[in-house]
């Protein structure tokens, strides 16, 4: 099995027990199943991963496309999903989105 040319990391806010959970997980509800069958649809060589934490909360939710180093916030939504996806097809990643 070949490995995937990218990984998307999208913030669970998983964290140590007994350290309240951030808020990017009460936001993203349902986005893993939407990322997935996103990726499949578009055809690209890519994997979904829940993560812990990432320590963006002010800047949540937070998505990561590794190995590019992409830190993308504010991903609240199916539309800001496809903004991202529609930029990485495009080799120009979406500004609005870019945690600089």
């Known amino acids: 099995m070949a490995l995937p040319a ?4 999208l913030c669970q ?3 140590s027990k007994g350290d309240p959970k ?5 936001q ?5 199943q939407y990322i997935e069958e996103e990726i499949l649809d578009r055809g690209l060589d890519m994997q979904i991963v829940a993560t812990g934490c990432l320590k963006q909360c002010e800047s949540g939710p937070i998505m ?6 992409l830190w993308f916030k504010n991903i609240d939504s199916e539309e ?4 991202v996806l529609d930029g990485l097809e495009d080799g120009e990643p979406p500004s609005d989105y870019l945690l600089a």
Do not use: E, M
């Open 6 to 9: 990218r990984q998307i990391l």
């Open 13 to 15: 806010s998983f964290r």
């Open 22 to 26: 951030g808020i990017c997980h009460k």
């Open 28 to 32: 993203t509800d349902g986005f893993l």
């Open 64 to 69: 990561v496309i590794q190995p590019d180093n």
């Open 80 to 83: 800001a999903i496809d903004a």
